[in-house]
Structure formats: C-alpha cells, structure tokens
C-alpha cells in the first residue's frame, strides 16, 4: 500500500501505535477484532479499522502539493475535499476557496475562475458537465484532480457495462456529490438510475414482474433516471453499482434481490445475460471500517463514540450499525465533550445537535467504543480519548500503555 505525505498534525501519538501494532499483528486484515486500551478507569474498545482512508489520504496529498507548487496562483477546491469539517477549514485557512457547496450550489461565479488558476477536484468526483465548464476555461482537471480511483473504479465498470447494454442500478443518496458524479458519467454511456435502498429496489422488481406499470415507474424515479430512460427496454439487462460510502452489505442485499428477480423473470441458465456480478466495484476501506463496526457489536460496552464530519455518509453508516446495540454518540472533535457529564451529539434521524448529560457513568471501569469515518484523522480520535482521560482523572497516563 502507498504511503501517502499528508501534514504531520493529521498523526497522533496514541492512534498511530495502535495501527502500527495491528499492521505488524495483522498485515492481511484478516482479524476484525478491536484493540483494547485499559486506563484502569476507563477502557477504551477501538474498531480494527477506522480513519483515513486511501482515497482521503490521496486527496489531502495533492491538495497540499498543490499549495506548496503554486504559491503566486489562486487555489480553489471544487466543493469540499472531503466530508470532515477540520481538513476542509485547514485548506481555507491556506487561502483556497470553495467554488460550490456540497449541494453543488454555486460559491463563487463561473466567470471568476480564470485558465491560469487551480482548481482542485475533490475525492468525491466531479459530474461531466462541471469537468467540461473547467476544460472550456482552460483550466487543467487532470493535474490536481483527486477523485477517489474506488469512485473511478465503479465509472469504468458502468462504463464497460454500458456497452454491452446493461443498465447501471446506482445505489446511492441522490444528493451526494459522489453520487453525482457517478451518475453523471454512468448516463454516458449507459441508462442509470439512482435507487437510495432495498425498497426502491423492490419497486424495480415488480417492475420487472409486470406488477407497476411504466408511468407508476417513471413518476416514482422521476429526477434520477437518465434522458429517454425506457423502463420496458432498459431493465431487461442490469448492473448495480455505489456510492462507496454507502453500506456495502446493503448494496450486496440489493444486487442479490435483483439478481433473484432476474432468475424468477428469465430463469438460472440465462442469469448472466440478464444480470452482472458487480461486487468487485465495492471499496475495500469502506467494507472494512463496516466489518470492524459489525464485529464491535459482539463485545459489550457502556457506549460508543463515533468521530467525523456530520455530513459524512460513511461516518453516518458506523452510527447506523452501533445505535441499535450502544448508546451512540457522533461527535466532529473534543470540544463536543463538553465536562464529565455533558456531551452534544449529533442525532443522524433528526439531523439535530442533542445535548446529552450523564454521559460518562458513574462506574468503576467505563468500557467505550472508539471509532471513526474513513474521512476523519486519527489527530481528532487521539483528542477526543486523551478529553476523556482528563475529564474522568485515569490512574493510568498513556505513558504507561504497552502497545
């Protein structure tokens, strides 16, 4: 695996031992088990994997290599590099500029970006249409583009499935910047829709079973299909893809169901000319922070932390897998933990900040899941353990830890 130059103040002292120790312990991944920091007081369950991920440490490379090449240019970022709140802020601190917010709403003007400017393509992609506005301006898309080669990954293949007339089923949040992007270039070459879960995908197949009709279809999706997307024709032949950030074990239920739907439709013998097997388009470091998540569930605790951005899909999905088990919290730093007592979190159903007190119990060992989004760095997971450690008086300084 690459090894990526991203700024030092992204490391951390006591996040970085624990992944060097797994890595030497682990080096396959094999082993999904979460590390265990015992302070005596406090013990501290932290998930196999979690933070940065290879897409974000590529995108936080070149957007400092960016800065530090072209110190007389104007930089923009296309929208924000990726969905944590601290890296986005540290590059507006360097005195980038956003030219689109995370809805794709124009910042800046169009005709306020000029050919001999930088402008930065984030981890998320970008759609067709924006990439060609940048080439008619003379600016290089190439150069500084850090779209994620997962999110690559998953365009080639629509791509390639295009042209053998399959339709690309895109699971994913319409809104998403990620998921734009690929549906930007997925209609190029193919017809795509975007489905957001395992009901839309319901909906398709009694589609396909003759039980809706074409102009039920049509109203349902409307907005996400692509142009002439003909229901009758273009679900005959299909591939499901994702936004990477999505539950991965909930694109697989989806490509399964669909896949049974073409058996029941066609029968086995002629599945393949029906339906293709796309599992290889998901990303590994999404699939891996899920399955640490998954086997956290397996062990008991008092609660969870879960650290990153609010709008981060991915970090969104670790919440969705632990509230059900853990009082969960979703905190973007430290300074959510507000004393021994009291923590604001975010609650991903309401979309509301939620102040919550006796947060820390009143025990004599307080045993807390630690994870977080593949966006988030393991500087801002090192500060929120080190918070707890202060705010609950540890017997045992970190000094002490055997890792």
Request: hydrophobic share 35%.
């Amino acid at each position: 695996m690459k090894k990526f130059d991203i700024p030092e103040h992204y490391n951390s002292p006591i996040i970085s031992k624990v992944k060097a120790k797994r890595k030497l312990e682990d080096p396959r991944k094999k082993d999904f088990s979460p590390t265990v920091l015992d302070f005596g007081n406090i013990e501290f369950i932290i998930s196999r994997h979690f933070g940065f991920c290879y897409g974000v440490e590529n995108a936080i490379e070149k957007s400092y290599k960016a800065i530090n090449e072209n110190p007389d240019k104007k930089i923009y970022l296309l929208s924000q590099m990726i969905h944590n709140p601290e890296v986005n802020q540290d590059l507006l601190d360097q005195g980038l500029d956003f030219i689109q917010d995370t809805q794709g709403n124009q910042l800046l003007d169009w005709d306020t970006i000029h050919s001999d400017d930088i402008v930065i393509i984030p981890a998320f992609g970008t759609t067709v249409e924006t990439e060609q506005i940048l080439i008619d301006k003379g600016v290089d898309v190439a150069k500084y583009n850090t779209t994620c080669p997962f999110v690559e990954k998953v365009w080639n293949r629509s791509a390639t499935l295009g042209k053998s007339d399959h339709t690309i089923i895109i699971h994913g949040k319409i809104s998403h910047e990620e998921t734009k992007a690929t549906f930007s270039h997925s209609k190029e070459n193919a017809a795509s829709i975007v489905i957001k879960d395992l009901n839309e995908a319901r909906i398709i197949a009694n589609f396909i079973l003759g039980k809706v009709s074409n102009s039920e279809f049509l109203s349902i999706f409307e907005g996400r299909l692509s142009i002439r997307f003909n229901p009758e024709k273009d679900l005959n032949k299909i591939g499901v893809v994702n936004q990477t950030t999505m539950l991965a074990t909930e694109t697989q239920e989806i490509a399964d169901f669909l896949k049974n739907t073409m058996i029941e439709k066609y029968d086995n013998e002629s599945l393949k000319e029906h339906f293709a097997d796309t599992r290889d388009t998901l990303c590994y470091a999404t699939n891996d922070n899920q399955s640490a998540t998954i086997e956290l569930l397996n062990i008991e605790a008092d609660l969870a932390i879960v650290i990153g951005g609010y709008n981060s899909s991915n970090t969104t999905h670790l919440v969705e897998l632990l509230e059900p088990k853990f009082k969960t919290h979703f905190i973007k730093t430290k300074d959510e933990i507000i004393d021994s007592d009291q923590i604001r979190s975010f609650n991903i159903h309401s979309k509301n900040i939620e102040e919550h007190s006796s947060f820390l119990p009143k025990k004599e060992k307080t045993r807390i899941i630690i994870t977080s989004g593949a966006s988030c760095p393991d500087a801002a997971v090192d500060a929120v353990i080190q918070r707890i450690l202060e705010l609950s008086s540890s017997p045992i300084s970190i000094n002490d830890i055997q890792f």
